[in-house]
């Protein structure tokens, strides 16, 4: 059936009705939340190039998780900006680092928040790469070792999802191995399964002080251009045992997240980077965009595509405007 039988603007006619067959819901419980945790008392030093986010020390850290409690945002995702660092990224791993300090601080005082910890090196290591490297190259077994450590370590001091973001081949299999062997089965794994070799990470690299010394990650890091390797990458990840894939980033890849959800109907993440945050910052100060509008619809645009969970520098400003929205 066609025009005059069919209006389909009818169905638009008013907001009762638009809500009524909305088909994708954006959720506070859709939400994590990426934090900076580094040394000392009293920090919240700002990230210049990510306006509204901030490097806290744990005492502010803790303050911090306070009000994404308070918005119920359901977790949490942490990287460690360390006290020093050294070829192999020693306080990855160590018993007292930043990171394993943290996830207890925060577990003691919100027990029911998700703390979910990215697995990797570059923060840690003096060339900032995200393995050993070795004659100017990225060792990927020697890498996967101290992972699994880092991994061991997160989940000693009481994490819930540990997240390998490094992109080495076999990691999923040396972490979740090391974890069931050592009695830390119900830890979840959240693998960065298709990372692209992004230039959308440039302020995180700022935030975290993560930026390689020499070369660049392409070497571990995906094409851009590739989609069927995302996949494939996809598919190792769960056969090696992730609870959670991710795409990273989202924006730029909405296609890839559409295909990886079509193909395997697993649960799925998708990282909304410090790049596309700071893209939307940026026009909104200017008065260029509608902040609030964009960031749903962009974020509404990621679960439309097929994602389930959304990490997101938003995530504050997104909780605050669903919950008055009784959403």
Not at 206 to 213: D, F, I, N, T, V
Not at 273 to 279: F, L, Q
């Amino acid at each position: 059936m066609a025009f005059p039988i069919q209006r389909l603007r009818r169905l638009r006619s008013n907001e009762a009705i638009r809500r009524m067959i909305r088909e994708t819901q954006l959720a506070v419980d859709d939400l994590i939340y990426p934090l900076f945790v580094t040394h000392g008392e009293g920090v919240a030093r700002p990230v210049e190039a990510m306006p509204g986010i901030y490097n806290y020390s744990i005492d502010r850290l803790l303050e911090e998780v306070s009000e994404v409690a308070r918005l119920k945002i359901p977790g949490i995702l942490l990287f460690g900006i360390p006290a020093g660092k050294d070829e192999f990224g020693s306080e990855a791993y160590a018993a007292e680092g930043i990171i394993q300090q943290a996830v207890r601080a925060i577990k003691k005082g919100f027990p029911d928040l998700l703390v979910v910890t990215d697995i990797c090196l570059c923060e840690y290591t003096s060339h900032g790469h995200c393995g050993v490297v070795r004659d100017g190259r990225v060792m990927n077994d020697e890498t996967v070792e101290l992972l699994a450590e880092i991994a061991l370590s997160h989940a000693a001091a009481g994490v819930d999802i540990v997240a390998p973001s490094d992109m080495m081949d076999g990691r999923v299999k040396a972490i979740r191995t090391t974890l069931d062997t050592r009695g830390y089965e119900e830890v979840l794994v959240m693998s960065y399964s298709a990372k692209y070799a992004s230039a959308f990470y440039g302020p995180f690299r700022e935030a975290a002080g993560s930026s390689p010394h020499f070369g660049d990650r392409q070497a571990y890091q995906m094409d851009p251009a590739n989609a069927h390797e995302a996949l494939r990458e996809v598919q190792l990840d769960i056969e090696e045992g992730a609870d959670i894939i991710m795409v990273k980033p989202a924006l730029a890849y909405l296609d890839v997240i559409r295909r990886v959800k079509d193909q395997f109907l697993f649960p799925l993440a998708a990282y909304n980077v410090s790049g596309e945050y700071t893209m939307v910052k940026a026009a909104a100060q200017k008065g260029w965009i509608d902040e609030k509008k964009v960031v749903l619809e962009l974020l509404t645009g990621m679960k439309r595509a097929g994602t389930d969970i959304i990490l997101t520098y938003h995530a504050k400003d997104v909780a605050e405007w669903l919950l008055q929205e009784g959403v």
